[in-house]
C-alpha cells in the first residue's frame, strides 16, 4: 500500500484513477479537470491541498450545521472514541437522542435509525409496504431520495423521456433497472394537485406510500405548497396508503422540521445529515403503529432490520451534541441569515445583469440560470447550454473563493456571519459578471 505523500489536487487525482472508478467514491466530487482535495478545515472555511482557503456554503451536501470541526462535537466524540465505536450493545445515547427528536417534532412517535438518508428513505418504503401490505410507490417528477431503486425513478428525467406533465412518465436513472420496478412506482407532477390525485386515483387500493420531500432540492429549491401536501394527505388518508415526508434535507428549515408549517403529521418522516453532527447517519421516524413493523408480534416480524452500525455511538454522540446545539435560537438566527443571503444574492444578480434567480427557504438557497423562478422540475431543467454555464460559474465562484453545491446550492452553517454571506455576494456578482456572455448565449 502506497504511502501517503505531500501532493496537488492534480497529481492526488492521476493516482486516484488507478483505485477509484473515476477517481472518486461519489460524483458529486466531479467538477473542472480534477476535484479538490481537503487539507484541513475549521468552522466555515476549508483549505485544499494547494493551499487555497475558501468559504463553504455547501457544508458536505447541507449535512454540517455547525460547520467543520465544531469544538463541542470534537469533545464529545474524543471522549466517546476512548470508550469504544462499535459495540454488539445498545447504548443509552440512541436513546436520549430519540427523545430528543420526539421533543422536536409530534409525528415523531417512534424512531429506528440507520446509517444514511439513502437507507432510511429505503427503510420507510419497506415498512409502508409491510405496514399496508400494498407494494407501489408514488413520489414527486424531480425529488431525490438517494440511491434505492424505486426512490430513484424519474430523479433526473429529460425532455425525451419526461412524457405528459400532466402525467409524467415513470424513467429510470441507472442503466439496467429492472421493468419490475419502474412497474410499481408511480411519478406525481410538483405541486400540481388536482393531476396528482387523478394519477393516485388510477392506482388507488396498491399504493403503499406517497414519498414527497416539502422543499425538494433537485426539483429546484421550491416549497411545495400547502394546498398540494394536503391533497397527498387527504387522499393518502382516504385510501389507506401512508405519506412520507423526506426531511433529509430540509429538517434543517424549521426547529420541527418542514413539516411544522404545516397542519397535520405525516405517517412517515426519513432523516438524516444534520443529525449525525458530521458523521453518517440516517432514521426513520413515524407512528407508533406503523413503526411497530420492526417489533416481533403475534404472527411474527412484517420487517426484520437490522444493520452493524445502526446507531453507532460516534454518530450518535455527535449528533446529540448537533441537535443540542441547533435549538430554537440558533434556527431563527440561522433563518434570518438565510433571508439575508438570498436578499444578497438576488442584488447580485440585478448588477450583473444576467438573466438569474435565486430561490430557497431558511438557511438554503439555489441559483437558477432562468430570469424567473421555476414553478416545478421541468421548468428547473437544464440545456446543454445552460449546463456549461452553469458548470462554468461554479469553477468562477471556487475561483472567487466560494464553495458551493454544484447546482449553484448554498446550506449555510452556525459558523457564518452576515461576513461571509456579503463575501459570498461578491463573489456571486464577480463570478457572474465573469461568464456574463455565456449566460446570455443561453436566454
Known amino acids: 500500500m502506497p504511502e501517503s505523500t505531500a501532493a496537488n489536487s492534480e497529481t492526488l487525482f492521476e493516482r486516484a484513477q488507478s483505485s477509484l472508478p473515476g477517481g472518486v467514491s461519489r460524483n458529486t466530487l466531479l467538477h473542472g479537470e480534477h476535484p479538490l482535495y481537503v487539507s484541513h478545515s475549521a468552522g466555515c472555511r476549508v ?3 494547494d493551499g487555497v482557503e475558501r468559504i463553504d456554503f455547501a457544508n458536505n451536501m447541507a449535512s454540517l450545521i455547525h460547520g467543520h470541526a465544531y469544538g463541542p462535537i470534537v469533545d464529545a466524540v474524543s471522549e466517546q472514541l476512548r470508550r469504544g465505536t462499535a459495540f454488539t450493545m445498545a447504548t443509552e445515547a440512541e436513546i436520549r437522542m430519540a427523545e430528543t427528536l420526539r421533543g422536536r417534532t409530534t409525528s415523531f412517535e417512534k424512531i429506528r435509525f440507520v446509517n444514511s438518508g439513502t437507507e432510511a428513505v429505503m427503510t420507510g418504503i419497506k415498512a409502508a409496504r409491510a405496514f399496508t401490505g400494498r407494494t407501489r410507490v408514488a413520489k414527486i417528477e424531480g425529488c ?3 440511491s434505492y431503486d424505486y426512490a430513484e425513478m424519474s430523479q433526473a428525467p429529460a425532455p425525451a423521456n419526461w412524457g405528459n406533465a400532466d402525467h409524467p412518465n415513470t424513467v429510470p436513472l441507472a442503466q439496467g433497472t429492472p421493468p419490475s420496478v419502474v412497474e410499481e412506482t408511480i411519478i406525481l407532477p410538483f405541486n400540481d394537485p388536482e393531476n396528482a390525485i387523478a394519477i393516485l386515483n388510477e392506482n388507488a387500493d396498491q399504493i403503499a406510500c406517497v414519498l414527497m420531500d416539502p422543499i425538494p ?5 421550491l416549497a411545495a405548497s400547502s394546498e398540494s401536501v394536503q391533497a397527498l394527505r387527504t387522499w393518502t388518508h382516504e385510501n389507506g396508503a401512508l405519506l412520507m415526508f423526506d426531511e433529509v434535507i430540509s429538517f434543517r428549515n424549521e426547529f420541527g422540521g418542514m413539516q411544522a408549517r404545516f397542519d397535520f403529521d405525516p405517517d412517515l418522516t426519513s432523516l438524516g445529515k444534520i443529525i449525525g453532527g458530521g458523521f453518517p447517519i440516517g432514521a426513520l421516524a413515524g407512528r407508533s403503529d406503523v413503526m411497530d413493523v420492526f ?6 416480524m412484517r420487517l426484520p432490520h437490522s444493520g452493524t452500525f445502526s446507531g453507532n455511538p460516534i454518530s450518535i454522540t455527535a449528533g446529540n451534541v448537533a441537535l443540542d446545539e441547533f435549538d430554537k435560537a440558533a434556527v431563527e438566527r440561522l433563518n434570518t441569515l438565510g ?3 438570498r436578499a444578497q444574492v438576488a442584488t447580485a444578480i440585478h448588477n450583473a445583469d444576467v438573466p438569474a434567480c435565486v430561490t430557497g427557504s431558511g438557511s438554503l438557497l439555489r441559483v437558477h440560470l432562468k430570469p424567473e423562478p421555476p414553478r416545478n422540475y421541468r421548468e428547473s431543467y437544464l440545456s446543454a447550454p445552460e449546463s456549461a454555464a452553469l458548470n462554468a460559474l461554479i469553477e468562477a465562484l471556487y475561483d472567487n473563493g466560494i464553495m458551493m453545491i454544484h447546482t449553484c446550492t448554498t446550506a449555510l452553517s452556525t459558523a457564518m456571519t452576515p461576513v ?19 449566460l446570455l ?3
Open 217 to 221: 432540492h433537485r426539483v429546484g429549491m
Open 441 to 443: 448565449s443561453c436566454a
Open 420 to 438: 461571509e454571506i456579503d463575501r459570498l455576494a461578491d463573489a456571486m456578482e464577480q463570478s457572474l459578471i465573469a461568464v456574463r456572455e455565456q
Open 144 to 146: 431525490y431520495h438517494g
Open 47 to 49: 483549505v485544499d491541498v
Open 339 to 341: 433571508d439575508y443571503a
Open 295 to 300: 417489533v416481533k408480534g403475534e404472527h411474527g
